[in-house]
């Protein structure tokens, strides 16, 4: 028997006997350069354990060899980050994003975090740092303020945000370039001197167009609060393009105040007892009214004026209502096509499908006029009117539709707002009810024909075909719960159902449909009563 000495000994204990593994490690959100990190950044749903606890995690990835380095506890980076009712980006679904992937998917630029890092987007990386170092020497905001700006925003703004993330990136350094890019490329299409020849996209009107299109996109989106926190942050009075007009407003109202006198504001006096009220202590004085806090002048925020200066394409000059907060650009050129009338929604427990082509219900005797209006995407059925005898065989009905024009961005932008619809607005969903009535009414380039005609659609594309292909499309893999035009569809099937009114209308369309055809009828008429007069005279005789 061989003794084996003490190191011996260990030496063999350690490759007979496997080391235990070391206890894990917590991850940590340590991104400093003297850990050396490589922030490898997850927003991942939980998996069956944690999803009961309703829980994400945000961890790091650190490099080999620096296991030993992670000292901070791990409770500091769960974040609650399954609120349903904090979302507003989404992905979207694979089935509706078959239908026309090119339609939700960035081609130029990345905004946000969905779309970070794509190869085929790196082009633009480049003159967005641009635009982030314009931006800081304007407002004279040093890169540390920004991004410490950001930091403690990171978690609200990471709660925006529904679906799988991964980065290999800091999501601060990438939110702060895209919000300085964005609120920069703002400020300087808003300059009064419009001069942008030393502009990388503002001088090309088809870039500017494509980065207008792509700020629009469901998947390509920044929190509207972050883009108005940080204008207010960062940009100095002095440098809004509307700070004069700004200061001419609350010049008004401090004059309309000065000289408001006293004497009109409502008499200040203690409560008194009444004869037939017990005893009531005396109440406080009232403090006059010149010394009460004055309400703040209602002005829009000098950032949505400038984004809706960006978006005047789709704003035509409106102004968002008010209390209404835009969560992002998307939901912001919703709202400048929904109509400014509330609507009544009606749950379609049984869908009406059975709707009549454009064609049919023109037979029928169905007028379509154009409705302008400063709400977009909204459908107006008249009830059907009577003639001045009161004959219920001469009706007519007017569908009043607004006017839709087409143009080569206009499924793009459709669809993403239809997209958001389908998650944030299932209970007012306006601008998929116009689209699904429209996709059962229009069927053929017949019907397409008759709306060009009667203005309601105004063709761009220069292919009544191709707009026919593009409104059967759109409402693929969109499902309806709620319509707001329940009613109008009823009508339209009773009104085309009716005996009399297509037999009348077809009376109408063939012997009166103009002048000369109606003075034909008239005069046939004429010469067939005279004729049988003629005819029953020479049998009398």
Not at 83 to 98: A, E, N, T
Not at 202 to 231: D, G, T
Not at 480 to 490: G, L, N, P, R, T
């Amino acid at each position: 028997m061989v003794r084996k000495g003490k190191k011996a000994r260990e030496e063999t204990a350690e490759y007979s006997s496997p080391k235990p593994n070391p206890p894990p490690h917590p991850p940590t959100f340590n991104t400093s350069k003297s850990l050396n990190l490589r922030p490898k950044i997850y927003i991942r749903g939980a998996s069956t354990n944690y999803r009961r606890k309703n829980l994400r995690r945000i961890k790091t990835t650190p490099q080999i060899g620096e296991q030993n380095d992670r000292e901070q506890d791990f409770d500091d980076h769960v974040l609650v980050l399954d609120q349903p009712d904090k979302w507003c980006i989404y992905r979207v679904p694979s089935k509706l994003r078959k239908v026309n992937e090119a339609a939700y998917t960035p081609q130029l630029l990345s905004i946000g975090l969905f779309h970070y890092g794509k190869p085929e987007l790196k082009d633009m990386e480049t003159h967005k740092n641009m635009y982030y170092k314009n931006f800081s020497a304007r407002c004279s905001k040093k890169d540390v303020a920004l991004k410490k700006f950001v930091r403690a925003r990171q978690e609200h703004i990471l709660r925006c945000y529904a679906g799988a993330i991964e980065l290999e990136k800091d999501p601060v350094d990438i939110i702060v370039v895209d919000a300085c890019f964005i609120i920069e490329l703002f400020l300087m299409n808003s300059s009064e001197t419009k001069n942008h020849e030393n502009d990388y996209i503002l001088r090309s009107p088809w870039l500017r167009k494509a980065v207008e299109q792509e700020l629009i996109l469901f998947e390509n989106q920044l929190p509207y609060s972050l883009l108005q926190e940080l204008y207010d942050f960062a940009v100095p009075a002095s440098c809004s393009p509307h700070s004069n007009e700004l200061q001419e407003q609350e010049q008004a109202h401090r004059n309309s105040s000065a000289n408001h006198d006293q004497q009109d504001c409502l008499p200040c006096h203690p409560l008194r007892s009444g004869d037939h009220c017990i005893d009531v202590p005396k109440a406080e004085p009232v403090p006059d009214c010149t010394d009460a806090p004055k309400a703040e002048p209602v002005h829009d925020h000098p950032f949505l004026k400038l984004t809706c200066e960006f978006f005047k394409d789709y704003s035509k000059g409106k102004s968002v209502k008010n209390g209404v907060k835009p969560k992002h650009f998307t939901d912001l050129v919703r709202h400048f096509l929904c109509p400014e009338e509330e609507m009544t929604f009606v749950h379609n427990a049984s869908p009406i499908k059975n709707i009549y082509a454009v064609r049919k219900l023109r037979a029928a005797g169905v007028k379509f006029t154009p409705l302008h209006e400063d709400g977009y995407f909204i459908i107006k059925g008249d009830e059907p009117t009577k003639c001045k005898f009161n004959l219920a065989c001469f009706r007519n009905m007017n569908l009043k539709l607004a006017q839709f024009c087409v143009k080569d961005e206009t499924e793009f932008v459709i669809r993403n707002i239809m997209a958001l619809e389908q998650f944030l607005y299932p209970d007012k969903p306006y601008i998929c009810n116009y689209f699904l009535l429209m996709d059962q009414i229009v069927d053929t380039v017949e019907d397409v024909d008759l709306l060009v005609e009667n203005k309601v659609i105004v063709n761009m594309l220069g292919s009544n075909e191709a707009v026919a292909k593009l409104v059967n499309r759109l409402c693929e893999q969109i499902m309806e719960d709620k319509s707001c035009y329940a009613d109008v569809c009823k009508q339209l099937n009773k009104h085309y159902e009716n005996f009399w009114n297509r037999h009348v209308a077809t009376l109408k369309r063939v012997y009166f449909k103009d002048l000369w055809t109606g003075s034909s009828t008239i005069l046939g008429l004429f010469v067939l009563v005279f004729s049988i007069i003629g005819s029953i005279k020479s049998l009398k005789s």
